[in-house]
T-cell receptor, first 113, second 116 residues
């Protein structure tokens, strides 16, 4: 069985500040991990994914995440927040052979001017 | 990149009628498609998984007879909400994958269903 826990349903940062969105996973098989962003009334856009290659994954829009097996974590970071980063962020896990993509609860990111 | 088209983007229907939502992979063959439901300010809840030419696998608690899923080809899956009621009003999102996690999962833009 697989699951994802996102710590913090809402995160607020100032423009230009570091963004850190936390994600911990549980998986009985080697996980594939994903971060998606969702803007209101839209589908999900892939930010980045970990598929057992490099543990530090760089994605779009300046985001990156590091897979830490010992901590079962896959936290999302961005050095400097922009107003356009305000959105809902979802961490998700699947198995290496695909199958179900299981989502965390989501974290709403607010960016203050 | 991989593109999934979902239609309609929004629909309003009367209680008791049926609504069909289409999900198409435009530039790849989707071996597996997924249907999710999302309530306001909440995460995506997986409803069912469908493989081309096979019956869909529904998650626990999802009514098979209410949410009919067809995956007749490698590029098209449909979700039909039968005898819709106001409590079926929600945001429905489809996702498609080519061959598992390695290639990732591409999402449609979602369908806002309102039952009146």
């Amino acid at each position: 069985a697989q699951s994802v826990t996102q710590l913090g349903s809402h995160v607020s940062v100032s423009e230009g500040a570091l963004v850190l969105l936390r994600c911990n996973y549980s998986s009985s098989v080697p996980p594939y991990l994903f971060w998606y962003v969702q803007y209101p009334n839209q589908g999900l856009q892939l930010l980045l994914k970990y598929t057992s290659a490099a543990t530090l994954v760089k994605g779009i829009n300046g985001f990156e995440a590091e897979f830490k097996k010992s901590e079962t974590s896959f936290h999302l970071t961005k050095p400097s927040a922009h107003m356009r980063d305000a959105a809902e962020y979802f961490c998700a896990v699947s198995g290496p052979k695909g199958g179900k993509l299981i989502f965390g609860q989501g974290t709403e990111l607010s960016v203050k001017p | 990149g991989a593109v999934v088209s979902q239609h309609p983007s929004w629909v309003i229907c009367k209680s008791g009628t049926s609504v069909k939502i289409e999900c198409r992979s435009l530039d790849f063959q989707a071996t597996t498609m997924f249907w999710y439901r999302q309530f306001p300010k909440q995460s995506l809840m997986l409803m069912a998984t469908s493989n081309e030419g096979s019956k869909a696998t529904y998650e626990q608690g999802v009514e098979k007879d209410k949410f009919l899923i067809n995956h007749a080809s490698l590029t098209l899956s449909t979700l039909t909400v039968t005898s819709a009621h106001p409590e079926d009003s929600s945001f429905y999102i489809c996702s498609a994958t080519q061959s598992g996690g390695e290639y990732g999962y591409t999402f449609g833009s979602g369908t806002r269903l309102t039952v009146v």
